[in-house]
């Protein structure tokens, strides 16, 4: 049923049986737009009470409490002061009348009885706590047994806390509620004191009790307080019903922030988490995972929480906690199929390994033989535990989680380096050795896990020692059928490549170990991500510049292109690795390589061209191009000669690319100049050629600037690219990138003339940020440009753009425009364009502060006005005095929230303070929280 816009109990009804039994989307939708409009109305306070009656459905009560609580919650202030104790009065009796149930209703109404108590507790009914306890105990009400009344007043308790820790209160106000709160702490923990003690309780009031106890512990209780409460809650932990309850009472009186003012409270929890061992190893034993998962959670909390205590007090309970975490950590249980607790462990090492390096030198003496031993065992643990599992029947879901946890224990064995040195890497290569010396009967799980380990750490530490080529000679030694072992193999390659770099010799023996994967689509990703690092670290080797190795790799690379199992990506990363190693090779045999590498693209590119345009064609035209960017991005032949000074003697290779490859580009433009895609990886082959080559591509700057102008400048890569040719060569090409920068103005004056701006908000963003950039660095280049229309200066063209750019909703167009702004407010051959467009400047941004720009962007809209603030100040408060006039004129009457005396206090500041930056912004943030009326909100 369509509901309609008058409130009553009908419409409601129908509303709601709309929402939840009408098939139709579009109706659900309608019915819930109109609740939520109802439930802000005034007359809600009204009709929520008449809602929450048993003659109505279930979903109709609960929607009753439901609004309630919104309108307690969000709503305060509508409520006169006189009728509080009467909406307290019903509030409670309705309680009182759902202590029978629905449950549903009963916590809603519960929740909403708590949001009252928030906003009443701190003066008005500082006694809400106990008065609640007293009435729900002493009040009888019709058809409620005892049972009922206590499960009723233990769900509103334990809501309290709840509604607490979701409100939207200020942290002052936050901390006042917990305070009188906390005022009837003592009964609440007396009453489920004698709950939890009573022989007659049954488990469901124990376990409504142990809730209760979980939610009150997070108001930081004294643990003095609460001591009886968590000792049962190790006791009721061996009740499977209690077990999950019991955990999170315990977790919450352990991850409370203000536990370490109460050592001994905490000391004497020792002892009972020492005790849960033998659950552990019965959960163990059982591969019970959610006992597992309780218990390790309780032990590791403890401990990471109480590093401190737990190595001062590492006698008699210390070290057989910090075994605990331990056993936890290495689980002879496969991960994720078994357990799934283990990586909570890791943490507490992070916490351990920080409190020793907090210790002074002479503690660090005392205790590191301690603490290197633990974590030497760790390391040891953490091998087997990451020894690869058999995942032919695993999920996709558990194989993503086995590849985090791997994630994880990686940056865990990273920040152990960190304490333990290159002493931990020779510790993994000794058992590495140990595990081959026995070629060929090894176990290969355990030397993948070693390698992981290794690369682990190599590939982000700067890691030194003759550890290191015991390793290399292991691994040409090592079964590359095996799939697993062989992609580890790879990635320890790929970690050792800036040590290669120094040690170039066994370049020819690890490369082979890598190059076969690429055959392998299931290892060829891995080996394109080894080669790509290898190739840009060692381009320059010897053994790449000379010799046949590198023309061995470009053939086997080209190879594994041509065959076509890769994927997009990946082809864009072997493309790169192949130029890194081109460009190594002498100029000769580079050219020649390369011929035969592009050989295949360009004659496709020019197959293409000739056909009609198709899906498939494009398809296929986007792949090549962009195929031939990556290659130009890395086929640069600028290298650094023995005393550390790039040498680029020049840039043949990428030149013989784009000199075959614009004639065709042309003809890709004229066919495909509608399609943006194809556009666009036309625009990023020029981007990374021009890149590449620099000085040396001034040759091509001609015929490029004519390939581009037949191309609608409308996406952000096209003016970035014009951008790149601008700052590169406007000094020895200018009539040319005039011609460039005219067709990007000519393009957004005919946007704008068809209203088309708003429309493009990342063409406009990068033409500002453009225009911006030739105002700081090449301002003659820019006032001698061509107009964009006959009459229209360039500088009118950037201010009038620069002016619409200040009211866009999109972040970055409006940063732009105060961009080129602040620039041209510093270029004295620009005062012409302040005085022109800085009054209507000004006004835009004063609207913006004022409303129309979101709070983020304060602080760039400030900058702006301080940089006008700067030419001229005597200019700069007419301005300002003009906007107060206008403000007056227009807004004040409608919507102005300011006074006249804080918009003349705001001018007076803005002019003494404009030439600190921070001050200006602060009284911008001030003044415009002021004028959108919220002055005070955080």
Not at 139 to 156: H, P, R
């Amino acid at each position: 049923m369509e509901p309609t816009g008058e409130i009553t109990l009908v419409h409601i009804q129908a509303a709601l049986e709309s929402l939840y039994n009408d098939p139709n989307p579009q109706n659900k939708d309608a019915a819930q737009k109109w609740l939520i409009k109802a439930q802000r109305d005034k007359s809600a306070w009204n009709w929520c009470f008449q809602l929450l009656n048993s003659a109505y459905s279930v979903e109709v009560q609960y929607f009753g409490a439901n609004v309630l609580h919104y309108k307690i919650a969000n709503c305060w202030n509508e409520i006169p002061q006189e009728q509080i104790a009467d909406l307290r009065q019903t509030l409670m009796e309705t309680v009182f009348r759902y202590a029978t149930g629905p449950k549903i209703v009963l916590t809603r109404t519960c929740v909403a009885l708590a949001a009252l108590v928030l906003h009443l507790v701190t003066g008005y009914w500082d006694t809400a706590v106990n008065d609640i306890i007293h009435t729900l105990k002493n009040v009888d009400f019709a058809g409620a047994t005892m049972v009922q009344k206590f499960i009723a007043l233990l769900e509103i308790l334990t809501v309290l806390p709840e509604e607490l820790q979701t409100s939207r209160l200020d942290k002052a106000t936050r901390r006042d509620v917990r305070v009188g709160l906390t005022k009837g702490a003592e009964q609440v923990l007396a009453l489920l004191l004698q709950i939890l003690t009573d022989a007659s309780s049954d488990n469901c009031a124990k376990e409504k009790a142990l809730k209760c106890l979980a939610s009150w512990l997070v108001l930081e209780l004294p643990p003095d307080l609460t001591t009886n409460h968590v000792s049962l809650c190790f006791d009721f932990i061996r009740q499977r019903e209690l077990f999950e309850v019991s955990v999170e009472g315990i977790l919450a009186a352990l991850n409370s922030a203000h536990t370490h003012a109460y050592p001994a409270s905490i000391e004497a929890i020792f002892p009972k988490v020492l005790a849960l061992d033998p659950l552990l190893n019965e959960a163990i034993k059982n591969q019970d995972q959610e006992s597992l998962l309780g218990i390790s959670k309780i032990v590791c909390a403890l401990c990471e929480h109480h590093t401190r205590l737990l190595l001062a007090k590492i006698e008699p309970f210390g070290a057989q906690l910090i075994q605990m975490v331990l056993k936890i950590t290495s689980f002879p249980l496969q991960y994720p199929t078994e357990e799934a607790a283990s990586p909570i462990s890791f943490s507490f090492w992070y916490s351990l390994q920080d409190e020793f390096d907090a210790m002074d030198q002479q503690r660090q003496q005392n205790w590191g033989r301690f603490i290197h031993t633990l974590f030497f065992t760790l390391v040891d643990k953490l091998v087997v535990k990451c020894k690869h599992p058999d995942m032919s029947k695993w999920s996709a879901e558990e194989k993503e989680q086995y590849r985090v946890y791997r994630i994880d224990v990686s940056d865990t064995l990273m920040y152990i380096f960190n304490l333990l040195g290159p002493g931990m890497l020779q510790f993994l290569v000794d058992i590495l050795v140990r595990q081959c010396s026995q070629m060929p009967n090894y176990d290969w799980g355990i030397v993948e896990s070693l390698l992981f380990c290794f690369y682990s750490i190599v590939e982000s530490c700067d890691a030194e020692g003759d550890f290191m080529t015991p390793v290399v000679n292991i691994l040409p030694k090592l079964d590359m059928t095996n799939q697993y072992l062989a992609e580890t193999c790879m990635y320890t390659v790929g970690a050792l490549a800036e040590w290669l770099t120094y040690r170039t010799e066994y370049l020819p023996v690890l490369l082979p170990i890598v190059i076969p994967g690429l055959r392998d689509p299931s290892l060829a990703l891995t080996a394109v991500l080894t080669l790509k690092r290898i190739t840009r670290e060692c381009r320059f080797c010897e053994c790449f510049t000379k010799g046949t190795l590198s023309i061995e790799l470009v053939v086997a690379m080209r190879d594994a292109l041509h065959v076509g199992h890769l994927k997009g990506q990946e082809s864009g990363w072997l493309v790169q690795s192949i130029g890194h190693v081109l460009s190594a090779l002498q100029e000769d045999e580079c050219l020649k390589q390369l011929e035969l590498v592009i050989a295949r693209y360009v004659v496709r590119v020019e197959q293409l061209c000739q056909q009609q345009p198709t899906q498939q064609n494009r398809a296929a035209l986007i792949e090549d191009i962009s195929l031939l960017s990556h290659l130009q991005s890395t086929l640069d032949r600028a290298k650094q000669d023995d005393a550390g000074n790039i040498i680029v003697v020049n840039q043949r290779p990428a030149a013989l690319v784009l000199e075959k490859m614009i004639p065709l580009l042309k003809e890709v433009v004229k066919r495909y100049f509608e399609d943006a895609e194809t556009i666009h990886v036309v625009t990023q082959f020029f981007d990374k050629s021009i890149k590449t080559m620099m000085d040396h591509a001034t040759v091509f700057v001609t015929p490029i600037t004519e390939l581009l102008v037949q191309i609608t400048p409308n996406s952000s890569a096209l003016v970035e690219i014009i951008q790149q040719i601008i700052s590169v060569y406007s000094d020895v090409k200018q009539p040319e990138c005039h011609k460039l920068l005219q067709c990007i103005s000519c393009h957004l004056q005919h946007l704008t003339k068809a209203g088309g701006l708003p429309h493009n908000p990342d063409i406009v963003s990068s033409s500002l940020d453009l225009y911006a950039n030739l105002i700081r660095k090449k301002t003659p280049f820019i006032l001698a440009a061509l107009p964009p229309i006959e009459g229209m200066s360039m500088m009118e063209h950037a201010g009038k753009l620069s002016h619409s750019g200040l009211y866009f909703c999109e972040p970055p167009v409006v940063k732009a425009a105060i961009s080129l702004i602040t620039e041209a407010s510093r270029q004295a051959s620009l005062q012409e364009m302040i005085t022109h467009f800085g009054q209507a400047w000004l006004l835009a941004l004063m609207d913006n502060i004022t409303g129309n720009a979101g709070r983020q962007l304060l602080d760039f809209i400030a900058d702006g006005l301080f940089a006008l603030s700067k030419p001229n100040v005597t200019v700069f408060s007419q301005w300002m005095n003009f906007w107060k006039n206008e403000r007056i004129k227009k807004f004040e009457a409608a919507n102005g929230k300011e006074t006249e005396a804080q918009r003349n206090h705001f001018i007076q500041q803005l002019i003494r303070e404009r030439t600190n930056k921070r001050k200006v912004r602060e009284i911008c943030t001030q003044f415009s929280m002021l004028a959108r009326g919220l002055h005070g909100v955080s």
